[in-house]
Nanobody
Framework: QVQLRESEGDSVQAGGSLRLSCAAS?????MGWFRQAPGKEREWIST????????YYADSVKGRFTISEGDAENTLYLQMDSLKAEDSGMYYC???????????????????WGQGTQVTVSS
């Protein structure tokens, strides 16, 4: 059982930046981020495969968000730049220990979840 804990979110202006972090209680090779806006489905936005060193992004965030290994052990970052109002929502860190670990993964593909953290982008 892996436990995940996200950093606190924040409120930022459109065009601004924010970095989220996720601390895992142990090593797990596939970690990612989802977000959920009010009244909408939880959507996958990025995955990092630590074994392969590969990263994947949803089209909606590609070029603006960067997923990376954190400075501390078993930590994951999500650097969010050029934020837009439509990026607002609850952001969830997720992890899975099964194959595959790639793009367009679904909520049901991940067994482990953080509690979520709120990001609000005002225009």
């Amino acid at each position: 059982q892996v436990q995940l804990r996200e950093s606190e979110g924040d409120s930022v202006q459109a065009g601004g930046s924010l970095r989220l972090s996720c601390a895992a209680s142990g090593y797990i090779y596939c970690m990612g981020w989802f977000r959920q806006a009010p009244g909408k489905e939880r959507e996958w936005i990025s995955t990092r495969n630590s074994n392969a060193g590969t990263t994947y992004y949803a089209d909606s965030v590609k070029g603006r968000f960067t997923i990376s290994e954190g400075d501390a052990e078993n930590t994951l970052y999500l650097q969010m730049d050029s934020l837009k109002a439509e990026d607002s929502g609850m952001y969830y860190c997720a992890a899975r220990d099964e194959w595959p670990c790639g793009s367009n993964l679904r909520r049901g593909d991940f067994a482990f979840w953080g509690q979520g953290t709120q990001v609000t982008v005002s225009s």
